[in-house]
């Protein structure tokens, strides 16, 4: 008898083959067989002709803390995402001296960098570690629900190894180097996928200096990354980079990936339309190094950089304005009784635009035709004529009018959507193109990150319930592709051959998915982090059950509080039967 037998389901299988009706078996967590089952089951599920899909596989994530005290990772199972991958952009909380300060600085740059709230961290993370080996025993002791991989972070390394140096982005010696060096090797050792690093100025601290390791000589860079080559290429070797000499940035990485026969993995992204030709310049340097025998991965978003405004998140158009200083200190209630009052909302309209000079902020603060409201269901491609200064003009009000009255609507958590960077066209095609391109991998959900303006970690199911079924400003993306995209490409560009695919032997991660009723729920600020931190939440339809291990973690979206979650340790090799 098989532990779970789930019957009658249309099965894609995450190969990208087309899809088929059938069943599926588990057995000790493995898949025991698919398409005809003989036999029976412990538990059996009817799926009454559902999408059974292998569990979604996030590779970019920032749940370092977090994983430390959530069995889900939320909102990571409300998603289906069965496997996430931590210790992106060069971000993290081991190594760390254990002093105060040297926690409060990983704290700090956490905060800043990533929008996490420094009070929830400072509860949250109980520093059960110094070295990166002890921090990866303190994740593996923590029941958990999904599965969990850890990166070793270039800002934990540098600090850890060179003090104030290294915050201070001093130039390494040799020696600050090989101390890095072996720290890297000793994660990789004990079951790090990577090792990750920032070269990007966005990612700046509260001082407005970069995050440690952003100006890395290539000595530095190198020598780090010369101990895969030691490990016989075992590990990935990660980064973010705004690509400002971006020949020279990946020319490095070239040598790098060739020398070590390692794979490197990088954030593909543009800001304006005018670098549009320079991503695609990147991709047709990536095709000729492979091709050369480098191993380059371009990681990509399905949407655009964007950021949600709210009344309770980071930032709104009015966060800047005299009037609403005092409100932006209370809390939910306060601060909507105050909205609420008529001459409250005279005043703050009645004010003029507090613009900055810079291009950024002025937008949130007054670039109405760059504004949209999300919506329900949310529209993450919104038209021209969608945008608020659009709405207000058919209103016959003015754009703060239109702005404020709308964000008062949902008890006051209505959001307004900023696609900031990658939206020069007014529409996803950058997105889908860079999507469609044989080298990328989809990525950059951020999961777990800036929480008071972002919840990408739904990009999953948009992109089954839109990219696939409702798009109507372009062409929409076959299901099979898709699933394949966020389950075998991204399990294996992080070194994980045991998941990602419907196939005997392989774990047995699922979403058993309503395909015609997936739906996005819109995006609202919750107060749920330790010490009542706040984060943008987002929630979905139409999950039946996610499955991890052959447990049944969600419900219905609702968590049975099984732990079947473990911390992957090193890369993961196909099962015997699933190779042969």
Same mark, same amino acid.
């Given at each position: 008898?098989?532990?779970?037998?789930?019957?009658? =389901?249309?099965?894609?299988?995450?190969?990208?083959?087309? =899809?088929?009706?059938?069943?599926?078996?588990?057995?000790?967590?493995?898949?025991?067989?698919?398409?005809?089952?003989?036999?029976?089951?412990?538990?059996?599920?009817?799926? &009454?002709? !559902?999408?059974?899909?292998?569990?979604?596989?996030?590779?970019?994530?920032?749940?370092?803390?977090?994983?430390?005290?959530?069995?889900? /990772?939320?909102? @990571?199972?409300?998603?289906?995402? $069965? $496997?996430?991958?931590?210790?992106?952009?060069?971000?993290?909380? @081991?190594? /760390?001296?254990?002093?105060?300060?040297?926690?409060?600085?990983?704290?700090?740059?956490?905060?800043?960098?990533?929008?996490?709230?420094?009070?929830?961290?400072?509860?949250?993370? +109980?520093?059960?570690?110094?070295?990166?080996?002890?921090?990866?025993?303190? %994740?593996?002791?923590?029941?958990? =629900?999904?599965?969990?991989?850890? &990166?070793?972070?270039? /800002?934990?390394?540098?600090?850890?190894?060179?003090?104030?140096?290294?915050?201070?982005? #001093?130039?390494?010696?040799?020696?600050?180097?090989?101390?890095?060096?072996?720290?890297?090797?000793?994660?990789?050792?004990?079951?790090?996928?990577?090792?990750?690093?920032?070269?990007?100025?966005?990612?700046? $601290?509260?001082?407005?200096?970069?995050?440690?390791?952003?100006?890395?000589? #290539?000595?530095?860079?190198?020598?780090?990354?010369?101990?895969?080559?030691?490990?016989?290429?075992?590990?990935?070797?990660?980064?973010?980079?705004?690509?400002?000499?971006?020949? !020279?940035?990946?020319?490095?990485? +070239?040598?790098?990936?060739?020398?070590?026969?390692?794979?490197?993995?990088?954030?593909?992204?543009?800001?304006?339309?005018?670098?549009?030709?320079?991503?695609?310049?990147?991709?047709?340097?990536?095709?000729?190094?492979?091709?050369?025998?480098?191993?380059?991965?371009?990681? %990509?978003? @399905?949407?655009?950089?964007?950021?949600?405004?709210?009344?309770?998140?980071?930032?709104?158009?009015?966060?800047?304005?005299?009037?609403?200083?005092?409100?932006?200190?209370?809390?939910? @209630? &306060?601060?909507?009784?105050?909205?609420?009052?008529?001459?409250?909302?005279?005043?703050?309209?009645?004010?003029?635009?507090?613009?900055?000079?810079?291009?950024?902020?002025?937008?949130?603060?007054?670039?109405?035709?760059?504004?949209?409201?999300?919506?329900?269901?949310?529209?993450?491609?919104?038209?021209? #004529?969608?945008?608020?200064?659009?709405?207000?003009?058919?209103?016959?009000?003015?754009?703060?009018?239109?702005?404020?009255?709308?964000?008062?609507?949902?008890?006051?958590?209505?959001?307004?959507?900023?696609?900031?960077?990658?939206?020069?066209?007014?529409?996803?095609?950058?997105?889908?193109?860079?999507?469609?391109?044989?080298?990328?991998?989809?990525?950059?959900?951020?999961?777990?990150?800036?929480?008071?303006?972002?919840?990408?970690?739904?990009?999953?199911?948009?992109?089954?319930?839109?990219?696939?079924?409702?798009?109507?400003?372009?062409?929409?993306?076959?299901?099979?592709?898709?699933? +394949?995209?966020?389950?075998?490409?991204?399990?294996?560009?992080?070194?994980?051959?045991?998941?990602?695919?419907?196939?005997?032997?392989?774990?047995?991660?699922?979403?058993?998915?309503?395909?015609?009723?997936?739906?996005? #729920?819109?995006? /609202?600020?919750?107060?749920?982090?330790?010490?009542?931190?706040?984060?943008?939440?987002?929630?979905?339809?139409?999950?039946?059950?996610?499955?991890?291990?052959?447990?049944?973690?969600?419900?219905?979206?609702?968590?049975?509080?099984?732990?079947?979650?473990?911390?992957?340790?090193?890369? &993961?090799?196909?099962?015997?039967?699933?190779?042969?």
């Amino acid at each position: 008898m098989y532990d779970l037998v789930i019957h009658n =389901a249309t099965i894609v299988d995450g190969t990208g083959s087309p =899809a088929f009706t059938g069943s599926l078996a588990v057995q000790d967590g493995r898949i025991a067989a698919v398409g005809e089952v003989h036999g029976s089951g412990a538990r059996e599920i009817d799926a &009454q002709g !559902k999408l059974l899909t292998p569990g979604w596989v996030d590779v970019h994530s920032h749940m370092d803390g977090q994983a430390t005290w959530d069995p889900l /990772c939320s909102p @990571a199972a409300n998603h289906g995402i $069965t $496997t996430l991958v931590m210790g992106n952009c060069g971000i993290g909380f @081991a190594p /760390c001296k254990p002093n105060d300060e040297a926690h409060d600085r990983l704290i700090a740059v956490v905060e800043d960098v990533e929008d996490i709230p420094g009070a929830a961290l400072h509860e949250g993370v +109980k520093w059960d570690w110094e070295s990166f080996p002890e921090y990866l025993d303190a %994740v593996e002791k923590f029941p958990r =629900a999904i599965d969990v991989g850890a &990166q070793v972070p270039h /800002c934990a390394v540098r600090t850890y190894v060179m003090g104030e140096r290294g915050s201070n982005n #001093e130039q390494a010696t040799p020696e600050d180097v090989a101390r890095m060096a072996g720290i890297v090797k000793e994660g990789f050792e004990v079951g790090a996928l990577g090792f990750t690093t920032s070269r990007t100025e966005l990612h700046t $601290t509260r001082e407005g200096g970069a995050m440690p390791g952003t100006y890395a000589d #290539e000595s530095e860079l190198l020598g780090i990354g010369s101990v895969i080559g030691e490990l016989d290429g075992k590990g990935i070797y990660g980064l973010v980079s705004d690509f400002k000499d971006w020949e !020279k940035e990946m020319d490095w990485m +070239k040598r790098l990936s060739v020398q070590n026969r390692c794979q490197i993995n990088f954030v593909l992204f543009f800001r304006e339309e005018g670098d549009w030709d320079r991503v695609l310049k990147q991709l047709d340097y990536v095709r000729r190094a492979n091709a050369e025998g480098a191993r380059l991965v371009p990681h %990509v978003g @399905a949407r655009p950089v964007n950021i949600l405004l709210s009344w309770d998140g980071t930032v709104n158009p009015f966060s800047f304005h005299t009037n609403y200083a005092p409100l932006s200190v209370m809390s939910h @209630a &306060q601060r909507l009784a105050e909205l609420r009052k008529p001459e409250v909302r005279a005043a703050i309209l009645a004010e003029p635009l507090p613009l900055m000079g810079d291009e950024f902020m002025d937008t949130i603060i007054g670039g109405y035709d760059k504004l949209y409201e999300l919506g329900n269901p949310p529209n993450y491609e919104p038209a021209p #004529e969608d945008s608020i200064a659009v709405k207000a003009a058919q209103s016959g009000v003015s754009p703060q009018q239109y702005c404020y009255d709308l964000m008062m609507k949902n008890d006051g958590r209505n959001v307004v959507y900023f696609p900031c960077f990658g939206y020069g066209a007014n529409d996803l095609s950058r997105q889908v193109a860079l999507l469609e391109d044989e080298s990328t991998v989809l990525s950059l959900a951020d999961t777990g990150a800036h929480c008071g303006v972002l919840c990408d970690a739904s990009v999953p199911t948009q992109m089954l319930s839109y990219y696939v079924r409702d798009r109507q400003r372009g062409h929409r993306f076959r299901l099979e592709q898709v699933v +394949k995209m966020q389950t075998h490409d991204t399990a294996r560009c992080v070194g994980l051959e045991d998941r990602g695919t419907l196939e005997v032997g392989m774990k047995a991660d699922l979403n058993l998915i309503d395909y015609e009723q997936l739906q996005l #729920e819109p995006p /609202c600020i919750v107060f749920d982090l330790p010490a009542g931190g706040r984060r943008m939440f987002q929630g979905a339809r139409g999950y039946i059950a996610t499955i991890v291990a052959g447990e049944i973690i969600m419900d219905n979206g609702k968590y049975t509080g099984a732990v079947p979650g473990k911390l992957i340790r090193g890369s &993961q090799g196909a099962p015997e039967v699933a190779r042969g």
